[in-house]
């Protein structure tokens, strides 16, 4: 049941991180300073979206196995237009640093415990309840 909130949790983060805004059609262009002419700068470049996931967990916790299936599952979907970069192990720091860093955007997901985003939203004590 964990696992399912969690998991749900994550998609959201990533459906919030890939709603950003779009460029105008104009905004791919350059102008030359010679000529005046335009071209695209985007002409040739295969654009792949890159989402880092961090994690405090331990490579051998399940929660860690599940976001290398999910890494996995991505980037197969995706057709490798979809770049998952894992950082475990607490590298990034821990439940608190990454809860910070997903708020400035440095992580674009992450799992923390309930009790950490409780900080943030007295409401989400309701995960620590027995």
């Not at 998609?11 to 919030?16: E, I, P, R, S, W």
């Not at 961090?54 to 770049?83: M, R, T």
């Amino acid at each position: 049941m964990l696992m399912l909130m969690v998991l749900t949790l994550a998609a959201g983060l990533v459906l919030t991180g890939c709603g950003g805004s779009q460029k105008s059609p104009a905004a791919g262009n350059q102008q030359t300073s010679a000529g005046g002419s335009q071209q695209s700068s985007n002409a040739g470049s295969t654009d792949k979206l890159t989402i880092r996931y961090g994690s405090a967990d331990a490579e051998d916790a399940a929660i860690v196995q599940g976001i290398f299936a999910f890494k996995e599952y991505v980037e197969k979907a995706s057709g490798g237009s979809i770049i998952v970069e894992t950082y475990i192990n607490g590298v990034l720091g821990g439940d608190r640093e990454l809860a910070e860093a997903l708020q400035l955007g440095t992580v674009d997901m992450t799992v923390v415990l309930g009790g950490i985003l409780a900080n943030y939203d007295p409401a989400l004590n309701i995960f620590s309840l027995p």
